[in-house]
Structure formats: structure tokens, C-alpha cells
């Protein structure tokens, strides 16, 4: 990995923004979403909307507006827009894999097989239709696992279920339990199959998953920035591996868990962040936390590494993904799947404040306003988690003095977000600082 | 009166006749025996020796944590003349009003009983058991129809009661003056003021690193934390009670806080534990009692309900519901004012009415009951483990916060020295929410029976916790409900209501208690 020796280059950058920005007096923003978003674009001082065919500096889009516009409009220089476009790379699970098993290869016969392995985050995936054969050669070799089946494209746990004999999908396939809706699609749609972890962590008998949210604005150099706010998903009911039919037991997504039967909107199945770090490290000390935390930084980097080549590196372009992690009982992080448009509505008064908070420091960073200098390591509740190389932080080279490196990764840490962006960033134009 | 050194043997007696029969004096014996297979054991030597070899191999280190914790729940030692009602609670006028207290809480239990026409115990039948048996994990799936049962009572009727006790013998005069005290508190005891506490609570002082403070992000680890941590891993390694618990003043790392407090609390978790527990559960598994509806109901209303504890839903239920099945928890009422609640039942011959103690363990749950347990499910997820440690912190510290009594650490002491410290640090501000009708216990008192638990954010009410342990009292929440009205009293002068005083104190989940406590206790111009 090379290290980062374009400070040249940044001083070049920050004049170059600020230029960009100062012919501006107002920002134009198009949204095409109707949630958090919405207000936090609205609040931002000197931000305009615009809609319909006017000119825009900033765009939110869906992947959908994406899809048929991107590629028609011309982007001026400042122009920032929220995808990547082709991030499907990333996110559609048949694609994710496909890279991530290339990149694997490439780790193994360049390096070597322990850097190799760092990259086994992944449960064993096939794509299907198109590798099903391999697909039942690995089903063979282990009877009585459980496999789950997941369409690449779709979100929000539809479409998913769990299985234990090969009948099962053979009957599937034979549209025996296809819905109508999925009968009337011109195209045939991919799944993947992957092993279901039987072993995850529980906490008081219940799964859970965590979201994190990870802001790339550039993939080639690799820039990632990773938020230290994020939450616990709970399922709302005992994990039991007798009832693989219960999709309420195992799919943690709230959105699948809002249909449960038992679900009451008034109890929250989410813990934040913190608590669920502070809760870990209660039961098994600080050092063993501090890795799975290293670890999960590792899932985020590898698997952003693995589509490097393949996304169309755009100026233009950042992404906020949302990573959906699951801990297994040896307190290994497995990767389930990334969100290139995570859920930005709010499902109560904590929720939307968090997701607020990460919609502002997300368009801090991208800085349509040019107040950043691009040296910095940390901006509101966003570490700076690689940039062309590993990031660490100043406090462990100053304070230990000797070469023990400290990543710059807080995910779960306190997030005294307002202090510190007062401190560093210059008020709006024409906003007096507090 | 007895001199000391005769109280001091009559506590030796005591604590040596608690012991004796215990699993740990077989253990001791069988370890004393298997040493004198040793080489090293001499006949010449032999108690000496083998005292060596006990205390090499830990032995002695556990008797001694063994001694330390029946130090703690030794009654008071008295006259040896005095009534064993004397050793419970010396002042006769809270002794009564505490029997009265029960006898309206037990009436209250048994008309709710005839009214639902349910029995108080019943044996259940045995598909019954089964299905018990096999959602013991999960009882919280369970949505029984408990419409019809309301809590026994509310810390704010039990509140009202200790409102108007009264000591018939002191003289009450109804004119309000600067000497009187303004609060709803009417009887006086001995409470400490500032000046003690700083002398109680040294470890707090602004010369002491504590955890809450500073292990701040900004505050280097080298400075306190990195210490701090150290010497705990070593506390823990040398399983030695007294010194975990000197230790914890300053605050418990969270790696390490479970380990800590089971050595203060000298819980353990041998097979004898185990074997106990199990026996609590197939009491739960045989018979449904009437308060179980009660524990379930407080559960959905309280903990199921709040954003940090509804995960361990279940485990509170397996906590909640063996506790009242288990009687040894009656040995506590030997040093409490209150007693077991009796009820009658019909003896087996149907015949005759007989008093047995209902519930088996003496305590009526009342509204918000399980948020005694709820934090401790943080460090603690082996059931039997679990249940110990809440048994333990039960007997030592819980029950005074809802029994009537003049102990220290009971509630009525600490209702009124939260008063008198509010009255005599914040004089403008306590007259001020008097005015408005806005007395400050009616506030402060839920948080002070559950000694803040579901009101602080966890890992500050846990940091909180460290110290009743560290310190053996109750009283850091009275000081901590004082720090509160102090930190907030510039919102608090602004309001003219009672419901807009509770509007800002409502959430307390952002506040930090070690700098609170720390101010409060040191940094208040006396």
C-alpha cells in the first residue's frame, strides 16, 4: 500500500475548492428523498433547492434517477453528486462476491495465503442460476447446514429464506412458492446462496446485526471514512435454529421486524452504538474488543480494496454505505451485505437525531462550502479510516512514543461531534460563530 | 452498655456460628485433611503447617472474604437485654409505622386476591410445568392477560406514608420558621452534612483520580486510567474482598467491574449456587404464585419498556421469579424493620387456617421492582450467577430504600438528608419550588428508591453503584438527587409549576454523576 505523499497535491486541491466555491453565493441542491435528508439539506445555511430541470451543484438521488440520468448530464468541476455509478459493484451480493473472491486470488498469489485469509469474512456464497453446480458440490460436503437464499437485487429482507435440504430450492425453482409478483418480472432475477451462521452471538438469547456507515469519497486514491455513531439491530424474538420457517426470528432488519407479530413500535429493538461496545467490553474485557473492532475496520477496508478496479472512479462522486455486520459466538465479524442507500427514515426521536447527525458530517466532508484543508483526520463523528493506506491516530505516536501505531477507527467511541467541529471548522458564510 | 472488646467477642461468636455448617467450612476441613498427605506437614508442627498450606493455596483468603461479608450483614450488636425487635429498628415509632405499612400492603394483596378470584399459590397441573419448562428462556413471549392486576403499590403511595411519620416525642410547632426544616419530611434523625461526607467520601476529592472523570476522552490514560486498571487486574488476581471493595471508591473499569463486585459481595458460583438456583426453579416450574403476575406485570411496564434493558426481559423473569420463591432470602428480615407478610392458607387437611409467609421470601414486589435487577444484566448473563448477586445486593443495600426504618442508608434518612442538603446549599431554590408547589421529594423520590435505576444512563448508573458498594451505604444517592436539583436549579428557578419542575428533571440520561457528586461535594462553599 503506498503511503500518501501528495501533500502537493492537497494544497493544490483546498485552492482549488475554495475557488470552485467562491464564484458561488448560494449552493443549488436537488433531493429526491423525502426523509432526514430532506431536513437536513433544507437547514444547511446559503443551501437552495431546486427542482425539475434547473441546474444543480448538489445532487441526492436514488439509484433509480441515477440509473437513467447520470449518465446524460455533464457535471461541471464542484459539481457532487451521492453514488457512485456503477456501486452495484459493491452492493449487489452476486457482484460483491464475484469481486471480493477475485480479489482473494489476487491477495493469495501476490502475497501470500495469511494476508489472503484476512479476506474470509464472507460466508460461502454461490450465485445462482449460474453456479449452481458448484453450489451443490459445497451443500454436499457439509449436510445439515443451513443455507440461506437471498435475491441479489432486492432490500429490506424480502424475498429471503432459509433452508436445510436441496429439495427445498428444487421445489423452488419449479416456481412452487414464487410469488405472482416475482412470476411477472420480464427479467430473471439472480439469487445467491450462502451459508447461514448458526452460531452468532446472542445477547440475552436474541440476534442481532449491526448497521455501520461508511463514507467513501474516492475510490481511486481509496478514501473511507468510518462514523462512530451506528446501532444494534435486535431481533424481536429467541434465536432458536429449530425454526428456520420464523423469517422474523432471523432476519434482523427492522423493516422485516416491524411485520412481526409480536412487534411493538413503542419498544426500540435498537441499541446504539456505544452501549453495545460498552456492553462487550463488560463481558470480555477491553483488549478482546479492541480487536473485533480491529477487525471489523478490516471487513470495511478489504471489501472496499476488492472493488477498487472495478468502480468508475468519479470526482463527482461519494457514497455513504450502510454495512450490515453480523458477530458470530467466537466474536468474528462476518460481512452480510452493503447498502449503497441505507435507510435514511427515521423510526424514532434517537434514530433520527443519529441519522441527522451523520447527513450533516457527511456533507461537512464532501464541502461543497470549501472550509477544509483535506489534512484532517477527523471531522465530526466521520475517523478518517484510510486514505490510500492505513490512517492512525496523532495520540499514539505522541503519547507512547515508540512505533505502536493506533488506528484511527472509533466506531462505538464517544462522539462529541459539536465540540469538535466547532473547534475546527470556519462558520458559514456570513453565519457568526457560537 | 457492653464494653468493646466484649462486643467484639459476641461478634466472633456470631459470625463463627453463621459459618459453621457452611459449604465453605466443609471445604475447609476436606482441604485441611487433604494436606496432611503433604510431606511438608510435621506432627510437631501440624497446625501451624497446615494453616501455611491453607493460606498458600487461597483458603485463608476466602475465609477471610467469608468473615468480611458477615460483617456486613451482622446485625448491630445491642443490649443483651433488649427484644430481637430492637436489633430490626431501636425507635419504637418506626417500628409501628412500618407494621402498619404492611398490614395495608398485605390487605391490599389479599383483596386483590378475593377480587380475582385468584388463589394466592397454586399448584400447577402438568402439562402446565412442561410448557414452563420449555419456555424458561423465553417467558417473555408470554402475553398473559394482566388487565386486572395493578401493582400492590407505588413508591409515590409509600411516599405519602413516610410523609406523615411522626415522633411522639418531639414538640411540633406548625409555624414556619428560618430554623424549621421546609421539606415533607417530619421526624429528625442524624444525617451527615457536608463537612462529614468530605471526610466519608475522601476518595472523591478533587486529589483522587476517579472513573467517571478521568477516563475522559481527552484525558491521557497515563494520568489515572492505565493505574487504575493495573492495580484492579491485581485486586481481582488476589480475590480479596476488603481490598475490591476499597478499591471500587474510585470506581470499577468495565472489564472488570463484574469480577469486582462478586468479590465485594463474596458471591461465587460453585455447584452448591448452581444446585440452589436449580432448586429455586423447579419451585417456580411446581407452583404459580399470585405475585408472579405481579413481577410480570412490573416487568412489561418497566424494564420491557426502556431503551437500554427490554433485551434481558427474560432474565429478569428467571431472577425475579425464583427470588420470591427463595427463603433464605428470610434471614435479611433479622436486621430489617420490616417482617415477612404473613397470610393464611388452608392447611392440607383443609381443615384449619395456618400463617405461612407469603411470598416465601417476604418481599412484595411493588411498581418498578425489577429495575433493581435490570442494570446487573449487563455483567452478569448465567442465570445462577445473576440471581446471587442480586440476592446479595438485595439483602445488603435494596431493601432499606422501601422499608420505614432510622438506619443510615434507610429511605427515610436519605429523603431527609437529600431535604436538609437542598435547604442548606440551595436555600433560594428550595423556598422557590416550595412556593410553587413544588416539593423537591416529590421529585427526587423515585429516583432515590430505585437508586437511580432506569434514570441515569447505564454506564453511569453502574459508576454510581461502585461507590454504594465501595462505601457500604446508600447515602451517594441522596447526595447525587441534591447534585441534581443544584445542577439544574438555574431551569429550575424559571418554573412556576409542579409539572413543569418534573418537565426538567425528567431526563437525567445525558447527566455525568462522578463530576456532579464531585462538585457537590467539594466544590460548595460551605
Redesign the interface.
Same mark, same amino acid.
Given at each position: 500500500m503506498s503511503k500518501n505523499k501528495t501533500t502537493g497535491h492537497k494544497a493544490a486541491h483546498s485552492s482549488q475548492r475554495k475557488k470552485e466555491v467562491e464564484a458561488r453565493s448560494c449552493i443549488r441542491y436537488r433531493c429526491g428523498l423525502t426523509n432526514t435528508i430532506q431536513d437536513v439539506l433544507n437547514h444547511r445555511p446559503g443551501w437552495v433547492e431546486v427542482k425539475d430541470d434547473a441546474e444543480w451543484d448538489f445532487n441526492w438521488c436514488d439509484v433509480g434517477w441515477l440509473r437513467e440520468n447520470f449518465d446524460h448530464s455533464y457535471m461541471e468541476e464542484h459539481v457532487r453528486i451521492c453514488h457512485f455509478r456503477n456501486h452495484y459493484e459493491l452492493t449487489r451480493k452476486n457482484l460483491m462476491v464475484k469481486n471480493l473472491k477475485r480479489y482473494r486470488k489476487t491477495l493469495e498469489r501476490e502475497v501470500g495465503r495469511l494476508e489472503a485469509a484476512k479476506c474470509d469474512f464472507f460466508p460461502r456464497t454461490f450465485e445462482l442460476p449460474s453456479e449452481y453446480h458448484i453450489f451443490v458440490e459445497e451443500f454436499k460436503k457439509s449436510p445439515g447446514n443451513t443455507w440461506i437464499m437471498k435475491p441479489v437485487a432486492r432490500s429490506q429482507g424480502k424475498g429471503i429464506f432459509l433452508f436445510r435440504k436441496l429439495k427445498d430450492i428444487i421445489d423452488w425453482r419449479k416456481d412452487g412458492s414464487r410469488s405472482e409478483e416475482q412470476k411477472d418480472e420480464a427479467q430473471v432475477e439472480s439469487y445467491v446462496a450462502q451459508r447461514y451462521i448458526e452460531n452468532p452471538y446472542l445477547? /440475552? %438469547?436474541?440476534k442481532f446485526d449491526l448497521r455501520v456507515y461508511v463514507l467513501v469519497t474516492s475510490y481511486i486514491p481509496l478514501k473511507a471514512w468510518l462514523y462512530r455513531d451506528g446501532f444494534a439491530r435486535?431481533s424481536n @424474538?429467541?434465536f432458536s435454529l429449530s425454526s428456520i420457517d420464523d423469517q422474523y426470528v432471523h432476519l434482523t432488519n427492522v423493516a422485516v421486524q416491524k411485520t412481526a407479530p409480536?412487534y411493538d413500535p &413503542?419498544? %426500540? *429493538?435498537k441499541?446504539q452504538m456505544q452501549?453495545l461496545r460498552?456492553?462487550l @467490553? /463488560?463481558?470480555? %474485557?477491553?483488549e478482546t474488543v479492541q480487536t473485533l473492532f480491529k477487525e471489523i475496520d478490516n471487513v470495511f477496508i478489504r471489501s472496499l480494496l476488492s472493488v477498487q478496479k472495478t468502480i468508475i472512479n468519479d470526482k463527482h462522486c461519494f457514497e455513504l454505505y450502510g454495512y450490515d455486520i453480523l458477530l458470530d459466538q467466537d466474536l468474528k465479524p462476518w460481512l452480510i451485505e452493503v447498502n449503497a442507500s441505507p435507510s435514511l427514515t427515521a423510526s424514532s426521536q &434517537?434514530d433520527y437525531d443519529l441519522k441527522y447527525r451523520l447527513l450533516e458530517d457527511t456533507l461537512h466532508i464532501v464541502d461543497m462550502e470549501g472550509r477544509l484543508t483535506g489534512k484532517e483526520k477527523r471531522i465530526g463523528g466521520f475517523d478518517l479510516m484510510w486514505n490510500d493506506g492505513p490512517v492512525y491516530t496523532d495520540?499514539g505516536l505522541e /503519547?507512547l512514543g515508540s512505533s505502536c501505531l493506533v488506528a484511527n477507527t472509533h466506531l462505538g *467511541?464517544?462522539n462529541?461531534r459539536e465540540k469538535q467541529l466547532q473547534q475546527l471548522l470556519k462558520p458559514f458564510p456570513g453565519q457568526k460563530k457560537t | 452498655m457492653m464494653d468493646e472488646s466484649t462486643e467484639l467477642s459476641v461478634s466472633i461468636t456470631q459470625i463463627v456460628q453463621r459459618l459453621k455448617g457452611t459449604h465453605l467450612h466443609s471445604q475447609l476441613e476436606k482441604q485441611a485433611k487433604e494436606c496432611l498427605h503433604k510431606p511438608e506437614i510435621k506432627l510437631e508442627t501440624l497446625k501451624d503447617d497446615v494453616r501455611r498450606v491453607l493460606k498458600a493455596s487461597g483458603w485463608e483468603r476466602k475465609l477471610q472474604n467469608a468473615v468480611y461479608r458477615e460483617l456486613h450483614v451482622l446485625p448491630p450488636p445491642g443490649h443483651p437485654r433488649a427484644p430481637p425487635e430492637h436489633t430490626k429498628e431501636p425507635l419504637a415509632y418506626m417500628l409501628k409505622a412500618q407494621a402498619s405499612w404492611e398490614k395495608r400492603i398485605l390487605k391490599s394483596l389479599n383483596s386483590m386476591c378475593t377480587e380475582l378470584g385468584i388463589p394466592l399459590a397454586r399448584k400447577r397441573p402438568v402439562m402446565e410445568q412442561k410448557e414452563l419448562t420449555n419456555k424458561w428462556n423465553e417467558m417473555g413471549t408470554d402475553e398473559p392477560d394482566l388487565s386486572n392486576f395493578r401493582p400492590v403499590y407505588a413508591p409515590k403511595d409509600f411516599l405519602e406514608v413516610l410523609i406523615g411519620l411522626r415522633n411522639p416525642n418531639t414538640e411540633r410547632s406548625d409555624d414556619l420558621t428560618v430554623k424549621s426544616h421546609w421539606g415533607l419530611i417530619q421526624v429528625s434523625l442524624n444525617v451527615h452534612d457536608i463537612p462529614q461526607m468530605r471526610e466519608t467520601y475522601a476518595e472523591l476529592g478533587l486529589s483522587y483520580g476517579q472513573l467517571g472523570i478521568d477516563d475522559h476522552t481527552h484525558v491521557p490514560p497515563d494520568l489515572f486510567e492505565s493505574e487504575h486498571i493495573h492495580i484492579g487486574k491485581k485486586v481481582v488476581s488476589e480475590q480479596d474482598s476488603a481490598a475490591a471493595q476499597q478499591y471500587s471508591r474510585q470506581g470499577c473499569p468495565t472489564g472488570l467491574r463484574a469480577q469486582l463486585w462478586s468479590l465485594i459481595l463474596n458471591t461465587t458460583n460453585d455447584p452448591e449456587d448452581i444446585t440452589h438456583y436449580e432448586q429455586l426453579k423447579a419451585r417456580v416450574i411446581h407452583h404459580n404464585l399470585l405475585v408472579d403476575n405481579l413481577i410480570y406485570k412490573d416487568v412489561k411496564l418497566t424494564a420491557s419498556n426502556d431503551d437500554y434493558y427490554f433485551v434481558f426481559e427474560d432474565y429478569l423473569y428467571q431472577v425475579l421469579l425464583c427470588f420470591s420463591r427463595d427463603t433464605a432470602v428470610l434471614e435479611h428480615f433479622n436486621y430489617n424493620s420490616a417482617s415477612p407478610p404473613k397470610s393464611s392458607i388452608q392447611s392440607k387437611s383443609g381443615s384449619e387456617q395456618c400463617a405461612v409467609v407469603y411470598p416465601p421470601n417476604g418481599v412484595i414486589p411493588f411498581h418498578g421492582f425489577s429495575m433493581y435487577v435490570a442494570p446487573l444484566c449487563f455483567l452478569y448473563n448465567e442465570p445462577s450467577k445473576l440471581y446471587s448477586v442480586f440476592r446479595e445486593m438485595y439483602i445488603r443495600y435494596f431493601f432499606r430504600l422501601h422499608s420505614i426504618s432510622s438506619h443510615p442508608s434507610g429511605i427515610v434518612s436519605l429523603c431527609l438528608q437529600f431535604e436538609r442538603l437542598l435547604q442548606a446549599h440551595l436555600p433560594q431554590l428550595f423556598y422557590h419550588l416550595r412556593e410553587i408547589g413544588a416539593q423537591p421529594l416529590r421529585i427526587a423520590f423515585k429516583w432515590i428508591v430505585r437508586a437511580f435505576s432506569g434514570y441515569l444512563s447505564t454506564d453511569q448508573l453502574l459508576l454510581l453503584w461502585d461507590r454504594i458498594l465501595g462505601y457500604n451505604s446508600l447515602e451517594i444517592v441522596a447526595v447525587l438527587a441534591t447534585a441534581v436539583f443544584a445542577f439544574r436549579a438555574e431551569n429550575l428557578m424559571e418554573v412556576t409549576s409542579l409539572a413543569s419542575a418534573e418537565a426538567v428533571l425528567a431526563d437525567l440520561s445525558t447527566l455525568k454523576v462522578m463530576p456532579l457528586l464531585q462538585i457537590f461535594l467539594f466544590a460548595t462553599s460551605i
Open positions: 445477547i /440475552a %438469547g436474541r435486535f @424474538t429467541r409480536d &413503542e419498544k %426500540g *429493538c441499541w452501549q460498552w456492553y @467490553t /463488560a463481558k470480555h %474485557g477491553f &434517537e495520540v /503519547a *467511541c464517544v462529541d | -
